[in-house]
């Protein structure tokens, strides 16, 4: 089997390059066995290869699994630290399935995304992001417009100027694919470059920024294992943007 890789369904990256030994004091003690039981169950007769696994300080949620020289390296986040069972076993599951190519099993699936969308692992998550993450911000001054300026007209407009200010900045690029965000573990929405300049009309920049003032007021919601961006509410107030027809039609033509 050649080198090569894939995304699972719980953000790891799966890396080919396939055996039981523990290389991090802060591994959970069954942690191997965990990886070798769920390996067996999805290869019944294949050789068992050797696992290393390791706990890392990543930025978020990831795992990794790679397969190098006939064995298993596994790097799973720090936030998986004391996860149960039933959730480890999941991860070891997915994993496995997907570097194998086999069905992940719905009830593993279903499993983790409950723990991974649970309250307090989301909250941790963003606690982590936040600290170890990096956020390149090259401020709100623009060459054309300000985007300080334009939150806070939006703010008396649409929000009594109730809404705190987050910080705001332009992307380092021009970027078309990813117009504006909001990055709730910096409290940042970033715009994109495109907009600065003497062609973009003011409504678009508004309602782009407008759209992601809605993420403040309206934050991500978990039900179950699926997450709610959207709600019927936050659309609600979309809707009610003066130009929003105009501002759609202008960012289809980007």
């Known amino acids: 089997m050649q080198p090569g890789k894939f995304v699972c369904s719980c953000g790891a990256t799966v890396a080919l390059a396939c055996r039981a030994m523990l290389i991090s004091e802060l591994v959970v003690p069954d942690i191997v066995s965990i990886f070798e039981q769920e390996y067996r169950v999805l290869r019944p007769r294949a050789p068992m290869p050797p ?11 990831n795992t990794t699994i790679r397969l190098r020289e006939g064995e298993l390296h596994v790097s799973l986040s720090d936030l998986l630290e ?16 997907k570097i194998y190519k086999k069905p992940i099993d719905r009830a593993h699936n279903h499993r983790y995304k409950r723990f991974q969308y ?5 909250r941790r998550t963003e606690q982590i992001r936040g600290a170890r ?8 001054e623009g060459r054309y417009y300000h985007l300080d300026e334009v939150f806070d007209s939006l703010n008396e407009r649409f929000f009594h100027g109730l809404l705190g200010r987050p910080q705001l900045t332009w992307s380092e690029h021009h970027a078309k694919r990813l117009l504006g965000h909001y990055d709730a573990a910096h409290n940042t929405i970033v715009v994109s470059k495109v907009f600065d300049r003497p062609s ?13 003032m809605l993420h403040l007021k309206h934050p991500v919601r978990v039900r179950g294992t699926r997450r709610c961006v959207h709600s019927a509410a936050f659309k609600a107030d979309e809707a009610m943007f003066p130009e929003l027809d105009e501002a759609l039609k202008f960012l289809k033509r980007l």
Do not use: D, N, Q
């Open 82 to 97: 004391g996860a149960p069972e039933s959730v480890l076993r999941a991860i070891a599951h997915i994993l496995i399935a």
């Open 133 to 140: 993450g990096a956020k390149r911000v090259t401020g709100p």
């Open 51 to 61: 696992f290393r696994i390791r706990f890392r300080r990543f930025v978020s949620l």
């Open 200 to 212: 973009s009309p003011r409504y678009a920049i508004e309602y782009l920024l407008y759209h992601e």
């Open 118 to 122: 649970s309250e307090a692992v989301a």
